[in-house]
């Protein structure tokens, strides 16, 4: 098992191994009784996942908590980007105020991004706060969103505008439990480990060019987390170098934006990462050599290198973007394999920036 600690204000450890699934209730009481709880103390889970994960891993991380000696009740919601609205979290405050959890209980988020976010934005707020364990089983909940305590819920008017920084307590993964990550949502994943090869690691990058993400998995969330735990660490309420995180998402997020999110976020970052790098070569920002590299690598991983959508169209929705503030937006610019700059753009560059890149 490999151990990375990441020292934000409530510091806490990611735990990666294969079979950890079966370790998640002894890894729990441990951080627990490192927080000088009593190894016997009573604790209850609430155990919150989704319905395509819980049938699958549900009864093995019971299993392992009741082992551990939690009492576990449990709470799956129907799968999918549609449930992590306020009615479902609504439903899964209810659920805890029902089971009667207090602050000295924990909450477990089994499943994908989706459920992380959802789970963590009631552990952030249910009693004002109380602690969560992520067991993330989607490659880009491994390697992105249960790292960092950014939880949300979306509204009507656009992702993630509610939510709270809420640290987990700790963090699980099982590369194992990828084996029935359908190929589609793996394609979503890959295109975020890409994308922290490019913006800082041209080691890793060439790794993802020797050998394919599932049989190196281990490896790939091991060194995603680390390089993620170092952003987050420098700077835990993304003001400032933790924006480097957003390689290709300033047009990603427009061509979600613009497909009616039809467009996976993946697939679009993936997009956006191509269409970015072209406009820093041809702008002279970039390193020629490294345009190539990039297309080949997102191709083989059958991720989109382009977009059919206009510039001016585009433009129009990244500049609705809630990270777009004050006339100008921090479009991140990679100038080589492995390194990228944060760059403010003045709002009415930004369609010459999409044409730059190759968007008509
Ligand atoms: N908090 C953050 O910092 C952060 C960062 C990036 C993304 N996100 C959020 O993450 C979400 C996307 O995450 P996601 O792609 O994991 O979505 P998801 O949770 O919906 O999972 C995708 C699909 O895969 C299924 N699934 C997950 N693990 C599985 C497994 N091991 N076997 C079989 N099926 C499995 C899920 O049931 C779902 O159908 C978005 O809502 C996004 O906003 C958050
Ligand atoms: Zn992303």
Redesign the pocket.
């Known amino acids: 098992m490999k151990r990375i600690p990441v020292k934000t204000g409530s510091p806490y450890d990611v735990c990666i191994g294969r079979g950890l699934l079966d370790e998640c209730g002894p890894l729990l009481r441990e951080r627990f009784r490192a927080d000088g709880r009593k190894a016997d103390a009573p604790c209850r889970a609430a155990l919150i996942s989704?319905?395509?994960?819980f049938p699958?891993?549900g009864a093995r991380v019971r299993a392992s908590l009741e082992k551990a000696g939690f009492s576990v009740v449990s709470y799956a919601f129907e799968?999918?980007?549609a449930?992590?609205n306020l009615k479902t979290y609504g439903s899964i405050l209810r659920f805890l105020a029902a089971e009667h959890l207090s602050r000295s209980d924990v909450i477990v988020a089994l499943?994908?991004?989706?459920?992380?976010?959802?789970a963590?934005f009631a552990a952030a707020t249910f009693l004002r706060g109380i602690p969560f364990l992520q067991i993330?089983?989607?490659?880009?909940?491994m390697v992105?969103?249960?790292?960092?305590?950014?939880?949300?819920v979306?509204l009507p008017e656009g992702?993630?505008l509610v939510?709270a920084f809420h640290q987990p307590c700790l963090v699980v993964c099982d590369p194992d439990?990828?084996?029935?990550?359908?190929e589609a949502?793996l394609k979503?994943?890959s295109a975020?480990v890409i994308k922290y090869g490019m913006l800082g690691n041209e080691t890793f990058f060439d790794e993802l060019e020797r050998t394919p993400i599932r049989e190196q998995a281990e490896n790939v969330i091991e060194t995603c987390v680390a390089m993620k735990r170092d952003v987050v660490e420098a700077d835990e309420f993304d003001t400032g170098e933790r924006r480097k995180?957003n390689l290709g998402h300033s047009f990603g997020h427009a061509i979600e934006k613009c497909s009616e999110f039809g467009i996976?976020?993946?697939l679009a970052v993936a997009a956006g990462m191509a269409i970015i790098t072209k406009a820093a070569v041809a702008k002279g920002f970039c390193e020629a050599g490294a345009l190539p590299r990039l297309l080949s690598l997102l191709e083989k991983h059958g991720l989109p290198t382009d977009t059919d959508f206009s510039a001016a169209r585009l433009a129009e929705a990244a500049l609705s973007d809630k990270k777009f503030s004050g006339g100008r937006i921090h479009l991140i610019v990679p100038e080589k394999v492995g390194r990228c700059r944060i760059l403010p753009v003045p709002a009415s560059e930004l369609a010459d920036w999409l044409k730059a890149g190759g968007v008509l």
């Open positions: 989704d319905t395509n994960v699958l891993y799968a999918g980007e449930s992590k499943g994908g991004g989706v459920t992380g976010d959802m963590g993330p089983t989607s490659l880009l909940a992105d969103s249960s790292v960092g305590g950014k939880t949300a979306d992702k993630n939510g439990v990828l084996k029935t990550l359908p949502v979503d994943g975020e995180l996976s976020h993946g």
